[in-house]
């Protein structure tokens, strides 16, 4: 991995774990081994290394979705596999760093911004054009709506006025937002398979 790689990369790890306000360019560099003034030959400023770590996270979050799209089973299953993605993801990620990106950095949350209002709102809209298509979500559920609503729904669990940090489990909260999202837009059919996933979801983490 060429050096500017690896400095964008442990820069994306530690400001995902530790959130961005709390890690300078002197602990990044002190974690590579390397000196600041090497970090400075590849990143003019701390909002540049910032946005670079933002394209790790874009870049992988687009493909991670990308597969679990293809290894679903069903538009049910694939609303619960990317919940499981994100649960996984809040086991190492500092929930301040959205707070942070929004307050200090707007161009690299812009990017996050653009990324979920075009890439995930297109990929819940064509999740529930084809869960109505299969007959596991309901057919007059307007997909425009429920996709923003889905999106909103996802993303207000980094709201400290909703969710303060310390007193909620955001991976509880996800996966309790979810499940209430999936019982209101499937018909008898899909909530069958709900309940199947569920009932699975639960034998396994026993």
């Known amino acids: 991995m060429e050096i500017q790689e690896r400095i964008a990369q442990k820069a994306h790890d530690l400001f995902l774990r530790y959130g961005i306000r709390s890690i300078s360019m002197d602990e990044i560099a002190s974690q590579l081994g390397i000196s600041k003034k090497t970090i400075y030959q590849f990143y003019a400023d701390k909002d540049a290394l ?14 991670e979705c990308c597969i679990h799209r293809e290894e679903s089973e069903n538009p049910v299953h694939e609303i619960l ?4 993605m994100v ?4 086991k190492t990620m500092n929930p301040t760093i959205m707070y942070d990106l929004q307050k200090y950095h707007p161009a690299a949350y812009k990017k996050i911004a653009d990324h979920k209002n075009e890439f995930l709102y297109k990929l819940i809209k064509e999740n529930l054009e084809q869960g109505i298509a299969v007959q596991l979500y309901r057919p007059e559920i307007d997909t425009e709506i429920m996709s923003r609503f889905r999106l909103a729904s996802v993303f207000m669990m980094f709201s400290p006025d909703l969710y303060p940090l310390g007193k909620y489990n955001l991976g509880a909260v ?21 309940q199947k996933y569920l009932l699975k979801r639960q034998k396994n983490q026993k």
């Open 50 to 63: 910032v946005d670079s770590a933002i394209d790790i996270v874009v870049s992988s979050n687009t493909n």
């Open 81 to 84: 596999v990317a919940t499981d």
């Open 87 to 90: 649960q996984e993801m809040l």
């Open 174 to 194: 996800i996966e309790e937002v979810t499940i209430h999202f999936l019982y209101g837009i499937t018909t008898a059919k899909g909530q069958k398979l709900v």
